[in-house]
């Protein structure tokens, strides 16, 4: 069975770079990490001012979660989307 969680960041900036699209929990809020048009969008899901553009998916593991990163909750986040 494939396992939907990142393992590391490694395992995100493969998934991101092929495309792959993102739904995640973290502290009772959903966030969502979007590739289009060879953009990375993060977003806290329906807060339109937290969305952020990075241009690859390192920089994204910078994205602000609370008083954390997303680099920093990668592997302890809950993915509930995740397109392969």
Sequence with gaps: MYEVNFANANDFVSCVNSGCEVEFL???KAYSVAVPEG???VCEQYNEESEVIYTNPIEALSYPIGNKT???VLTTMTVTFRSF
Excluded: P
């Design 26 to 28: 973290y502290g009772n």
């Design 39 to 41: 953009k990375i969008i």
């Design 70 to 72: 997303l680099g920093d």
